[in-house]
């Protein structure tokens, strides 16, 4: 329930630069001794009076706190609160001796007097010109921060955000919010458009205002990114910002020219019988994304056009030599990428699990290394570049790594004024490019290098925009090595054959009763509610009992969906309760974490080193120093509280966050409440994920949707057709 006090700040705890996000010490009105208060504040001071709205709540460590949803300051009216103000360092050039003296010349009226009467301040001893001067202008600072405040949460901008606007813009916040509040969905973590447009919409904004029309079409160009598109046809775009704003088309219309024109966004023309195949007569992009998708078909081509340095080899001989070194027999399909390698710039090899891919990349790297030649490995995951240089014997890196992005400096510093230093580059589970990585990866690669492509085309596409491995097969450009047979060792298991099964369009092969223990398991349950209870039931004891398997590190539940009764957040809940119950805890953003918690990193962030998709457990939770410590790939790497919003518990995760990991033991809830998301790549990607145990928990019928459901979401890219020169 949101309730109303007031109090004083008698001290701040701790306060965060970043955000604002403070712990701070109050005396209440109507309440005897200290309450802490946390929230996000702006420049905080002891001293001042705070009018606050929230709400109270019992921390498991700490007692009881009141947490702030918004307040509004106001100067402190006694003396003795007076001189704490202005004794707190609130004002440069005035400490708590000097407040002491201004307090005591001026009482209850000290506060007026620098407001409107400084020059007064003259008759308090040390003060003089100079020093006159700099109290002017930290008080007009500090008047400006509070004003600002002020008028930004008149317009129902929370504390928090408030903060984040007043750090981003400084002095200039309050005229960029006044011109075009849009802006702040750009530019401000935790802001999008809707939010945008609600402050808009209090500031007076027109329904149809060109800078509503404007940040609509921006965002919904970026809404269709996120699924995976990397343009939209004209008239399908416009379709969804009228939607999204309930406008006039022509409004729209004039809106997506002047983006055009600022460059924002480009609109590009096409041709018959392209335009048929694409459905419109122009296709439009968010500006990057179509620089992307140019420059990396541009180089490709540029690259395939060079001749490979080691075309003086005889690829048959190279083969034979390679055939003598190794202790077992290349498949054909096998020695025919090996060729490929030695006498192709750009080469795709493409194959589900057990048919040879790691193998194909240790030999490709034997015959390098006996030429001499530099050999670059990489992976878009951690995880996935991990588990390549444990395969290979090689150092492999991921592609962020490898391209060595800077933090500082915003980029990636390989590029085509600084390349790799390498004859050969092999990135390995390729399904995960994305339009934007593979421009970046193409523009460091040296002309003198072959670039071998490897994934499984069957699995899911990237999660960010673009369709880069299947457009690559697709083209008809480049040699294609279809690695199809499934190896003997592989053959023994389950999970490999019932994968490729699903991926022909089959049922798995599930073990009847009495069949001695296998690697792969389908147990049906129709209910989502028993579905819940039996998969907490199969990682607390059935797994880790029959397999020996720890049941946070080594089993993983991988759901369809984040959101129902078996989606991965309420699974999160759910798990979390019975592997790692009690405990101090912080609340953030409706999740509970815990010392031992099981976590994800659900962006990139580059000053961490730590990127979308690495998974770690949490070693220490820090009120005191209002931080968390994770442990990610054996580096233990600090969280402050305010930085929270990055990670997500990970007892469950979606199979789309699952792409390029590897887990021991996998258990997939598939129910027909999850139908918007049945697909069979999507299934046969959970499947894959798994090394020694994969169970499928479900009803037949779900299952049987998923495996008949072949048409892959479509997405909206070009890059095929650059390719092919169409465009």
């Known amino acids: 329930m949101t309730v109303a006090v007031k109090g004083v700040v008698e001290r701040i705890t701790y306060s965060n630069e970043e955000d604002g996000y403070s712990v701070v010490q109050m005396k209440l009105v109507g309440r005897r001794g200290l309450v802490t208060a946390v929230g996000s504040f702006a420049a905080l001071t002891p001293g001042e009076v705070l009018s606050m709205e929230g709400s109270w709540d019992v921390h498991p460590r700490y007692g009881e706190q009141f947490r702030v949803e918004r307040y509004e300051a106001a100067a402190p009216a006694t003396v003795k609160g007076i001189e704490k103000y202005l004794g707190s360092g609130l004002i440069k050039g005035i400490g708590p001796v000097m407040a002491r003296r201004i307090v005591g010349r001026f009482g209850t009226e000290t506060l007026d007097v620098i407001d409107s009467r400084d020059e007064r301040l003259l008759e308090v001893e040390g003060i003089g010109k100079g020093r006159l001067d700099q109290i002017r202008k930290a008080w007009a ?67 149809d205002s060109e800078q509503r029309a404007e940040a609509g079409l921006t965002y919904a160009m970026q809404q269709a990114s996120e699924e995976g598109h990397v343009c939209l046809p004209r008239m399908a775009l416009l379709e969804r910002a009228q939607a999204l704003l309930e406008i006039t088309p022509a409004v729209l219309e004039a809106a997506l020219h002047r983006l055009s024109e600022a460059r924002q966004c480009v609109v590009e023309p096409l041709a018959e019988p392209m335009a048929t195949r694409f459905g419109d007569t122009k296709a439009v ?78 030999a490709v790297l034997t015959i390098y290394r006996q030429l001499g030649g530099q050999c670059c490995l990489a992976a878009p995951t951690g995880r996935a570049a991990k588990r390549l240089s444990e395969a290979t014997g090689h150092h492999a890196s991921t592609l962020h790594r490898l391209l060595e992005f800077s933090p500082q400096a915003g980029r990636f510093l390989r590029d085509e004024q600084r390349p790799l230093a390498a004859d050969c580059i092999i990135v390995d589970e390729s399904s995960m490019l994305d339009a934007l ?24 596409p990237s999660v960010g925009p673009g369709n880069v491995l299947r457009d690559l097969i697709d083209c008809g450009k480049f040699p294609v090595v279809r690695l199809n047979e499934i190896f003997r060792q592989a053959r023994e298991s389950q999970i490999i054959v019932n994968a490729h099964r699903v991926q022909k369009g089959m049922f798995p092969r599930i073990p009847e009763k009495g069949e001695e223990l296998q690697d792969f398991y389908f147990i049906e349950k129709s209910d989502p509610e028993e579905a819940l209870q039996l998969i907490l039931k199969l990682c607390t004891d059935r ?40 405990g101090a805890g912080i609340e953030r953003g409706g999740q509970i974490f815990r010392e031992g918690d099981k976590v994800m990193q659900i962006r990139n962030n580059y000053d961490k080193d730590v990127f979308n998709g690495d998974w770690g457990r949490i070693r220490k939770i820090d009120s005191e120093g209002q931080e968390i410590r994770v442990v990610i790939d054996g580096r233990e790497i600090p969280y402050e509280f305010s930085e929270l919003d990055e990670l997500v518990l990970a007892y469950s995760i979606t199979v789309h966050k699952a792409q390029g990991s590897e887990y021991p033991a996998v258990i997939v809830p598939l129910l ?32 049987a949707i998923a495996i008949r459901n072949d048409r892959m979401q479509h997405r909206f890219t070009l890059f095929s057709e650059r390719l092919r020169g169409l465009i």
Do not use: C
């Open 141 to 207: 600072d500090q008047r400006e921060i509070r004003d600002l405040m002020v008028f930004l949460q008149g317009h129902g901008i929370s504390p928090i955000h408030a903060t984040r606007i007043y750090r981003q813009y400084g002095g200039e916040a309050r005229r960029v919010v006044q011109e075009n509040p849009y802006r702040l969905a750009s530019d401000i973590t935790g802001i999008g458009f809707l939010t945008a447009d609600r402050i808009a919409a209090k500031m007076g904004f027109s329904h």
């Open 285 to 362: 992009y968010l500006r990057g994304y179509h620089f992307a998708e140019v420059q990396t078909a541009r180089r490709l081509l540029q690259l395939q056009a060079l001749q490979p340095l080691q075309r003086r080899i005889d690829p048959d001989a190279a083969v034979a030599w390679l055939q003598g070194k190794l202790p077992f027999q290349l498949a054909p399909m096998q020695e025919q990428a090996v060729r490929q390698a030695l006498t192709d710039k750009v080469v795709i090899i493409t194959g589900g699990p057990g048919t040879g891919k790691t193998t194909l990349v240790r």
């Open 437 to 460: 990585l593979a421009h970046h990866l193409l523009k460091a690669v040296p002309g003198q290098a072959t670039l071998i492509v490897v994934g499984d085309a069957d699995q899911l």
């Open 543 to 582: 797994i880790p009992s029959r397999f020996g398997l720890d049941p946070v590190d080594e089993i993983q539940v991988l759901s369809p969906m984040n959101r129902g009764a078996v989606g991965s957040q309420r699974l999160n809940g759910a798990l979390q309760e019975v592997l790692n119950p009690g």
């Open 672 to 703: 027909t409440q999850h139908y918007m998301m049945l697909q069979r790549n999507l299934l046969y990607t959970a499947i894959t994920r798994a090394r020694k145990l994969a169970v499928i928990v479900g009803s037949k019928k779900a299952l």
